[in-house]
């Protein structure tokens, strides 16, 4: 049974349509990520299903009950959808107590005293929040107020949560530790959870099953985070996902050359008829080495414009007859077998995979 | 001769002590990083080599010239340095034109306007500000602010560069972005650079050098791969990039975790010195120099795996701590819930006890 | 807040926009239109029965209509161009001017000067300095002129009379009764507009606009010249049309220093005519034509504030702070400080000492000793005498009431105008403007003319009309605070609510409620305190047993009873001191948690 299902949903502000025949099914315990660029309409959609905004078209069931049917007249309003939100600005109530906080959609609930405050210390110890029950959210730091709107959402146990960037507003550091705790969370309570971002590297870390929308609120590829990652269905989706390279090619009597020059591409063509075709891979999925004494065997050859030392990784810019391709390889291993490059050396490059795109279409999907 | 020198720089907020005895030279041309924890002194140290706080001890000098003396008591105002500097709150001027903002210090030096109009319109050709000269600064973007103030910083063409986090207000992307222009600039114009940061990649990915502050003490002044490959202590271990520290006590094998669980076999064991002191030890380590391997006698389970795309994250469960393991995603890896063995490769041996 | 609900039905939020709308129209529309059109109409052409009717009939579009085209036909401007010619409008009009430009440009030096003295440079005492210069906002400044009418007034001041005995000279040293004596009254107690916008703009500017001005090569005064003050200008000039407006229509300082010289300005003039003639035709007729003058000076002050503010708002607050560059004034820190403590003195203690030492003279004019002087005067006018002990008590009763009603319909209003996704909020939102801009006299004489019983309501002579003058009068302040405290409430803190299971009034009670509390205890006493030292509206309204205590002594002082006056000005200074007290106490606390 699908927890969230959408049918047809249409969304305009004015002349400016969001989404139009949206239709998305999420399914029960699983934690979904729209992930898109900013202005694409994700928390939009989150919104709707929350019940803070109203489709003009289409209808939104949770559960098994439709919560908003156009044509049907019906529109549950958000009180009674049974959800737990948070929210980008962690929306924390200033003037309650960490406890209260929490306890507030128990005590709306009704819920005996006791029970209460059973369950209220219960899920404020769930978020690592012990001990600091009393405090008012002025006391608190950033990360500490989103755990409390975490427990918060939490405290009724809903069977769905919605987290809208919940952790854009903290630094580095601390989104990577939350996005591993809500993760655990979720799993430990079997929530439902839609979760809405557009930062690639918390999508993949948290979710079960993710959609990818582009700029114009469509959904490109709906899956795991490894099938996203390692099989995108378009260009959109591999830009989006990571450092992406495009090497755009040219055929020349059956075979695809690189960049501007006279060198062939060293792995299996594209299937599939296209004008002109565009090898696209991940920093990773290239090896880089020293020059081969014999140019042409099974390798590109290519200048270094630009070293950098990252610490854990180098970060190298290399010029393959005219086109840029960026290859980022782990210091040690670079320090170990002498790949220490200088800006202007010579280098030779293979590749470990390659996704073809037809570089007509790339043109119009850019991101 | 270095070209910046600082000597026995000193400074205090009443008892802090914000810098204490600082030495260092920068030379000409060169791109030096200050690298640190908010309130570790570096920004003061910028500030004083720019002339807004004035030193408690010893002295700064640029070349030939003296800045900054306290025992000479001598200190040169700001405006006297010729110095460029760049903020990080950008600092445009809202009031006046990019143009106007880019031509304001040339026209305190009461250049002839034919001089000023030619340096103008070749900082912010370099910056890639033409078309947006007319125009007021509040229609710019983050990056676009931050490129006027590196502009107005050029127009004068100063020896020496001053960069105080000047990409820490910008977006992820833009900030690496405007590293590499940075870069160019530098290449372009010549000026050395001095440049106070607390994030680690950048300082890496900018510097020829690196100087890493704790608590107003220097802790290392390097290049960034030494900086990385050989810390001076473990706090430059521990600021520089993701690391582990597995605590281990002296046992009868050798050393083991504290709850006695695993042995720590020898053949990757610290230097002599620090085994003979039989005290506990923390065995550094990055998560990308740590190997699965089988044969391993540090066994560990792992209790979370995770897909950051390019690299896959492990944590393992060694004795009582946590072990962050970091893999490429072709590198085969063990499931959540398997017993693994890890092979720490370049470790770092630091004393737990060791004086701050 | 939330547009739950498929087809609009006329709900909750419609009515409480409906009842907003009315409030302020009923409140400030109908009595500034009503000044309007008795200035600019003659007779009976144009009456608003009209107008009414349409409105009834086919509504406000239909009404608006009919408005311009019986106005179009019966528009008399030759009848106001006649009122304006005569030269004691017209010479009350320049004076308005005049005097308000120079106590404008008077005050915005004053309080450049002095903010700038205390945010950047290195003068001893700031803090509480900042303190003293804000101390003239508590001290009315019709006491203030009073006070210094008992220095400085030509024969019988005592500053005047001592150089007059001692240096044995024919005439004063200084004559109060003059242009530069209200000039001078005014600019003391009113550049703290000034002073409190540039020390705000000063403080929060980022400090690092001045130090790369400084990296650039420029030293300390060419960075006040091209880069301090050009960005503080908004600010400055923002302040300084603020006492622009204050200043235009302000009543008190005139009354008292210029009468005898037969100084007169808009204000002042409109009281004499309503007051001699007792509500004639003609009086009236002047009085509205008097009051269309000040309401379109200062809509066009108000517009030329918001057009600064928008243009002029630049982004200069940001970033890690440090201390901002303080000026060295080495030589000059002392004297400076000397210059200050002199000023605060002059305008502040020398003011209020000789109020509180009159009080207790036997009679005005007897010099200040141990003889003559007892605690009879106040005795007196707080136990024993009827017209004072009624003022105080209506002055309280008519304060307490006026920002109780005003506190409340001001959330309201701010809540429909913040919060609310509503259609017809545009209108809402221009009404809610209009409180900024009508001056205090043309709000007495447009509930004069709204509520003398010509449209069925008959409150003159009653403290009911002082009350709906005061609540009209102290709006603006209302709705400043409680908006500035719900766009604190952000909406997701709402939908958080929502989400909990919490409907819209349970949201209401449980968030936005506590939330907005703040806002209203300061708009309570924004609006308490000033009303307890009200004159400009009281002036207009009083009868004989609804006075108030700014009646009370301005009466008193009009009369000759000048000891009497002066302890019942020492009575409110009291007053006004322990309500202000009072205040930074509850406020601390807030901020404090």
């Known amino acids: 049974m699908a927890d969230i299902r959408l049918e047809g949903v249409t969304k305009a502000y004015g002349s400016h349509r969001v989404h139009s025949d949206l239709n998305l099914a999420v399914n029960q315990g699983e934690c979904f990520t729209l992930l898109g660029p900013s202005g694409c309409g994700k928390t939009v959609m989150l919104r709707l299903i929350a019940g803070f905004e109203a489709p003009d078209a289409g209808r939104v069931a949770i559960g098994g009950t439709v919560v908003y049917d156009a044509g049907g007249g019906v529109n549950i309003p958000p009180d009674r959808r049974g959800l737990g939100v948070v929210f980008q600005d962690y929306a924390v109530w200033p003037h309650m107590t960490v406890f209260q906080n929490v306890a507030y959609p128990l005590k709306i609930a009704g819920w005996n005293p006791e029970e209460l405050k059973r369950r209220t210390l219960e899920t404020i110890a769930l978020v690592n929040m012990k001990g600091l029950e009393n405090r008012l959210p002025s006391e608190l730091s950033g990360g500490q107020q989103q755990r409390v709107a975490l427990a918060r959402a939490l405290a009724a146990r809903p069977s769905l949560m919605l987290l ?52 114009r609120g469509r959904i490109r590829q709906i899956g795991s985070p490894a099938e996203i990652y390692e099989n995108p269905a378009d260009a959109f989706v591999f830009g989006f996902m990571g450092v992406a390279n495009f090497l755009p090619t040219r055929s020349d009597g059956g075979k695809l050359l690189a960049g501007g020059g006279a060198q062939p591409i060293p792995w299996p063509g594209p299937e599939g008829k296209a004008e002109a075709w565009t090898a ?32 854990a990784m180098m970060d190298y810019l290399i010029d393959v007859d005219g086109a840029k391709i960026r290859a980022v390889l782990e210091t040690h291993e670079a320090m170990s077998r002498g790949l220490i490059f200088k800006e202007g050396e010579s280098c030779a490059v293979t590749f470990l995979n390659l996704h073809w795109f037809d570089s007509g279409a790339l043109k119009e999907t850019a991101i | 001769m270095s070209h910046v020198r600082l000597a026995n720089v000193t400074k205090r907020f009443g008892q802090v002590i914000a810098v204490n005895r600082l030495n260092l030279e920068v030379e000409r041309g060169e791109c030096f990083s200050m690298l640190g924890p908010s309130g570790c002194g570096k920004t003061t140290t910028l500030r004083m080599l720019a002339g807004f706080e004035d030193l408690d ?27 460029g500097m760049v903020f990080q709150a950008f600092a445009i001027w809202p009031h006046l034109s990019v143009y106007e903002n880019v031509a304001f210090p040339l026209r305190l030096r009461k250049l002839p306007a034919s001089e000023i109009e030619r340096r103008v319109g070749d900082a912010l050709a370099s910056t890639n500000l033409l078309a947006e000269a007319k125009g007021g600064p509040a229609d710019l973007s983050g990056g676009g602010k931050q490129r006027v103030a590196l502009a107005r910083a050029l127009a004068i063409n100063p020896d020496v560069m001053l960069l ?56 290392q002044i390097d290049t960034p791969l030494r900086v990385y490959n050989n810390p001076a202590n473990k706090f430059v271990f521990g600021f520089i990039g993701l690391s582990n520290f597995l605590r281990l006590v002296p046992g009868a094998e050798g050393l083991c975790t504290p709850d006695g669980s695993t042995i720590m076999p020898r053949d990757m064991g610290p230097p002599e010195g620090l085994l003979r002191l039989k005290a506990p030890l923390f065995l550094a380590s990055r998560p990308s120099e740590i190997d699965f391997d089988a044969v391993s006698g540090l066994r560990g389970l792992v209790t979370r795996k995770a897909f950051l795309g390019e690299i896959v994250d492990y944590q393992v469960r060694v004795g009582d701590q946590d072990v962050r393991v970091q893999k490429g995603r072709r590198s085969p890896g063990p499931e959540v819930g398997e017993v693994c063995g890890l092979c720490f490769r370049l470790p770092h041996w630091y004393p737990v006890d060791e004086p701050v | 807040m939330n547009t739950i609900g498929g087809k609009r039905r006329f709900g909750a939020a419609e009515i409480i926009l409906l009842l907003s709308i009315a409030v302020l129209v009923v409140v400030v529309a109908v009595p500034v239109l009503l000044i309007l059109v008795n200035a600019f109409f003659s007779g009976g052409s144009l009456t608003l029965a009209d107008v009414s009717a349409a409105f009834r009939n086919r509504g406000a579009w239909a009404a608006a209509a009919t408005f311009f085209r019986l106005a179009v036909t019966s528009f008399n401007g030759h009848d106001v161009f006649k009122v304006l010619g005569e030269s004691d409008t017209y010479e009350a009009l320049l004076n308005s001017l005049f005097i308000a430009s120079g106590t404008t440009v008077g005050s915005t030096v004053v309080g450049t000067f002095f903010a700038w003295l205390v945010t950047r440079t290195d003068i001893p005492y700031k803090q509480l300095m900042k303190g003293m210069f804000l101390v003239p906002f508590m001290l009315p400044s019709f006491i203030g002129a009073m006070a210094w009418k008992m220095l400085l007034s030509p024969r019988a001041g005592y500053i005047n009379r001592f150089f007059m005995d001692v240096f044995n000279l024919d005439g004063p040293v200084f004559n109060i009764y003059s242009y530069y004596g209200i000039i001078l009254v005014e600019v003391m107690y009113l550049f703290p507009f000034v002073f409190i916008q540039v020390c705000g703009a000063l403080e929060r500017m980022d400090p690092t606009l001045e130090e790369s001005a400084r990296i650039s090569g420029a030293g300390l005064f060419t960075i006040t010249r091209k880069i301090t003050i050009p960005l503080v200008l908004p600010s400055i000039l923002s302040g300084a049309l603020l006492i622009m407006l204050y200043s235009m229509a ?123 002087l007892s605690l009879d005067n106040y005795k007196f006018i707080l136990f024993d005498y009827q017209v ?25 209003i701010s809540y429909v105008i913040v919060k609310m996704r509503v259609r017809g909020k545009g209108l809402l939102e221009f009404l809610g403007m209009l409180p900024f801009s009508v001056p205090g006299s043309v709000i007495a004489l447009g509930v004069i003319l709204a509520w003398s019983g010509k449209y069925g309501v008959n409150l003159y002579n009653t403290v009911w009309i002082i009350f709906v003058a005061y609540i009209a009068r102290y709006m603006a302040f209302s709705l400043k605070a409680n908006s500035a405290a719900l766009e604190q409430i952000h909406d997701s803190l709402v939908e958080a609510a929502r989400a909990s299971g919490a409907t819209t009034w349970q949201a209401l009670r449980d968030i936005v409620l506590p939330l907005v509390r703040p806002g209203m205890i300061a708009a309570f006493f924004l609006i308490f305190l000033p009303s307890l030292r009200e004159l400009t509206v009281s002036i207009m309204l009083y009868a004989p047993t609804t006075r108030t205590i700014g009646v009370a002594i301005y009466t008193l002082n009009e009369d000759g009873e000048t000891v009497m006056s002066a302890a019942m000005a020492g009575v409110a200074l009291v007053i006004i001191v322990i309500g202000q007290i009072f205040i930074n106490r509850i406020t601390r606390k807030r901020s404090g948690s």
């Open chain 1, 280 to 311: 696209a891979f991940r920093p990773s999925d290239i090896v880089i080495s020293r020059p081969k004494p014999l140019p042409g065997a099974g390798c590109l050859s290519g200048v270094i414009r630009r070293a950098s030392f990252l610490g």
């Open chain 3, 250 to 372: 302000h009543f008190g300082t005139v009354a008292v220093l210029g009468i005898e010289n037969g100084i007169f300005n808009i204000p002042t003039l409109i009281y004499q005519r309503i007051h001699e003639s007792a509500g004639n035709f003609a009086s009236i007729r002047t009085g509205t034509v008097l009051a269309s003058v000040l309401v379109t000076a200062a809509a066009v002050i108000i517009w030329l504030q918001n057009r600064i503010q928008g243009r002029g708002r630049y982004q200069i607050i940001a970033g890690k702070s440090f201390r901002p560059m303080e000026l060295k004034l080495r030589g000059l820190r002392y004297p400076l400080l000397v210059v200050c403590l002199a000023y605060i003195g002059f305008t502040i203690i020398l003011p209020t000492v000789v109020i509180f030492l009159v009080g207790g003279l036997r009679t005005y004019g007897l010099s200040f000793t141990m003889e003559n």
């Open chain 1, 164 to 215: 809208d960037e919940p952790l854009s507003n903290l630094d580095a550091n601390l989104r990577e530790e939350m996005r591993f705790e809500i993760k655990e969370i979720q799993g430990k309570l079997g929530v439902t959870v839609l979760y809405v971002t557009h930062d690639q590297e918390v999508a993949l870390v948290i979710s079960d099953r993710m959609a990818v929308m582009d700029g």
């Open chain 2, 57 to 83: 001890g010893g002295e700064i000098r640029v070349g030939d010239r003296l800045l900054s003396s306290r025992s000479g008591n001598f200190y040169l105002p700001p405006e006297k340095r010729d110095f």
């Open chain 2, 164 to 219: 105080d986090e000047p990409l820490s207000s910008l977006d992820p992307h833009l900030r690496e972005e405007m590293r590499f222009e940075i870069k160019d600039l530098q290449k372009k114009y010549g000026f050395s650079i001095i440049y106070v940061t607390h994030d680690q990649a950048e300082a890496m990915a900018l510097s020829d050098r690196i100087l890493v502050m704790n608590f107003g003490v220097s802790q």
């Open chain 3, 388 to 412: 004072t002990r009624d003022a105080i008590w209506n002055s309280v009763v008519l304060g307490f009431g006026a920002a109780l009603v005003t506190m409340f319909a001001g959330v309201m």
